[in-house]
């Protein structure tokens, strides 16, 4: 049998150290053969390592030289059936049993390269950052920028310190995980009491309440939606807890009456509801009892209701309607009202043109009503009437609800016209500068009044 011989020169790792060894490789029949020096007993006690034609020299089985002394000295006599004679070896075996060398995968301070045992010897493989094949000392490259791949997911910002082997994710808000890979769920705490419902956000929740609670969290029990009060005076406050907001989907309006003859002074002092074109959230004022009376203003925002936050019925009751949608809420709205005298009528002085409407226009006009106005152009003119609509209870001699034009200031001038029709009728012109208008409604049956236009026109001619 033929056999060559070759020096191999490369780095074996024992007891985490890198020790220079030589192999030198013997070709044997099929099989290579390497004698190896350990380090601490050089030739002495030589170590033989059976190579794997296919393995790379730090991937090798090694197996420890056994002498078989036989009579007559060191050669060896004939093997058992089966079995081969390894004469380097001075042994016989079917198969040379063989010891795993230490992993000669890369090592670093903080961790070594795992290593596989493969058939044919060890496959290495970097750690996590570091890339190569893993063999030796040099074998895993250290890593360069860990975050160029955008390990972090949903929007996540990666960060790898100077130095470091690794990198961490900055998670957008909602998200967790080591890749920001976890959506957090704000519900799963149930923070909504009180039979309120969560539904999660990206970053928050958001809770409906039933009407009996409110509150970010329904925590606070809420003052009814609604109701009606027959009282002079008093105060609402919804949801009825300072700095919390309403609930959603709410629908509710209170109704307000007091003594007939008298009206309603509503005054707000606080006032936020969602913005907009009060399509969402709103409050809107009925003059009367009912949502079909007419309507005095519709109100969002947080700018105050009405006149700087009042508003006065023409009537002896009020229908406030609050609604709110499904999405924004805001704090509400607080209110006092009372009973006061009405304010019909009026006294109007030196114009060339004006008008004057009934109580509640173009609503209907409140019962049992009383307006007196007065009007006075230039000495030398007259007064022109236009009737624009005239809508009050019609009577064969006008005993119910009227309106009356006379000459002069006072109820006792000359009367020039009583109506109590559904017909426009055609323009009234005074004898002199001034006018007196009275304005009567009874208990029953109101209708939508009327709108009158005046003017000054020149005075009679004078004759000669």
């Not at 493969?118 to 950052?129: A, H, K």
């Not at 960060?159 to 769920?185: A, D, K, L, M, R």
Request: proline share 8%; charged share 15%.
């Amino acid at each position: 049998m033929g056999s060559s011989a070759k020096t191999w020169t490369s780095a074996l790792l024992t007891m985490g150290a890198a020790l220079p060894i030589v192999y030198v490789i013997t070709q044997w029949e099929d099989a290579a053969v390497a004698l190896v020096p350990p380090a601490s007993q050089a030739m002495a006690n030589p170590a033989y390592l059976l190579l794997d034609p296919a393995s790379s020299p730090p991937a090798i089985p090694l197996l420890r030289a056994s002498r078989i002394r036989v009579s007559g000295g060191r050669r060896c006599g004939p093997c058992s059936s089966g079995f081969r004679q390894w004469r380097i070896l001075r042994t016989c075996s079917s198969t040379l049993p063989a010891v795993r060398l230490p992993s000669p995968c890369y090592v670093r301070r903080e961790s070594a390269a795992p290593s596989l045992e493969m058939p044919n010897g060890y496959q290495c493989v970097c750690p996590l950052g570091y890339h190569g094949m893993g063999i030796g000392m040099y074998g895993c490259a250290p890593p360069t920028n860990l975050c160029q791949n955008q390990p972090c997911l949903n929007g996540g910002t990666c960060v790898q310190f100077p130095g470091s082997y690794t990198y961490t994710c900055t998670c957008q808000p909602g998200y967790t995980g080591h890749s920001c890979e976890t959506q957090i769920n704000a519900c799963a705490s149930n923070p909504c009491l009180n039979g309120g419902t969560c539904t999660p956000g990206l970053i928050s929740y958001t809770c409906t309440c039933p009407s009996s609670h409110t509150g970010e969290r329904c925590q606070t029990e809420a003052e009814e939606c609604g109701g009606t009060f027959y009282a002079d005076e008093g105060t609402v406050a919804y949801p009825g807890v300072e700095g919390v907001n309403y609930n959603h989907n709410v629908n509710c309006a209170w109704i307000i009456i007091v003594p007939a003859g008298k009206v309603i002074n509503v005054t707000f002092d606080h006032f936020h509801l969602e913005g907009g074109s009060c399509r969402y959230d709103w409050l809107q004022v009925h003059d009367g009892r009912r949502p079909t009376a007419q309507l005095i203003g519709s109100y969002c925002g947080s700018t105050l209701p009405g006149n700087n936050g009042t508003i006065i019925s023409t009537h002896n009751s009020i229908y406030l309607w609050f609604r709110s949608d499904e999405s924004y809420a805001a704090t509400g709205f607080n209110f006092t009202w009372n009973t006061t005298d009405p304010e019909c009528g009026g006294d109007i002085r030196h114009l060339e043109y004006g008008s004057i409407n009934s109580p509640g226009y173009p609503g209907r006009y409140p019962a049992l009503r009383d307006c007196y106005w007065t009007i006075r152009v230039n000495p030398g003119k007259r007064i022109r009437f236009h009737f624009a609509t005239l809508q009050i209870e019609e009577h064969a001699n006008c005993s119910y609800d009227y309106l009356e034009v006379r000459d002069g200031l006072t109820d006792s001038g000359h009367l020039l016209a009583k109506y109590c029709s559904s017909q426009a009728p055609p323009p009234l012109t005074t004898s002199g500068s001034e006018a007196f208008l009275h304005f009567h409604s009874d208990y029953v049956l109101t209708d939508t009044g009327f709108h009158i236009a005046f003017s000054s026109e020149p005075g009679k001619p004078s004759l000669k």
